[in-house]
């Protein structure tokens, strides 16, 4: 079973950073693309970023590109989401995911998902 546990979610002010943190349990970790997608109120779900199991290979949305930076640490089985420059439209809730394959904009390429993690970015 694995077990995917955000922390690091809060409430920051506009134009301010926050991480995002996801510890993964199991011994295959580096083995998995992991990625973070967001769901603000009353919408969908989206896909925020992606980084392959190696670490070498990492994707963005259009809309945090230049200001979320995500990173993957095989010792700690972790993945972090380096979030700054922070705006208002940026709120929401945070979801960790281990895709089932390579990384995706489809949350139907997602394996496993983490319990979320409220940001809220105040103008």
């Known amino acids: 079973q694995v077990q995917l546990v955000e922390s690091g979610g809060g409430l920051v002010q506009a134009g301010g950073s926050l991480r995002l943190s996801c510890a993964a349990s199991g011994r295959t970790f580096s083995s998995y693309a992991m990625g973070w997608f967001r769901q603000a109120p009353g919408k969908e779900l989206d896909f925020v970023s992606g980084i392959s199991g190696g670490g070498g290979n990492t994707h963005y949305a259009d809309s945090v590109k230049g200001r979320f930076t995500i990173s993957r640490d095989k010792s700690k089985n972790t993945v972090y989401l380096q979030m700054n420059s922070l705006k208002p439209e940026d709120t929401a809730v945070y979801y960790c995911?281990?895709?089932?394959?390579?990384?995706?904009?489809?949350?139907?390429?997602?394996?496993?998902w983490g319990q979320g993690t409220q940001v809220t970015v105040s103008s």
């Open positions: 995911a281990r895709f089932k394959r390579a990384c995706s904009d489809y949350v139907s390429e997602v394996w496993y």
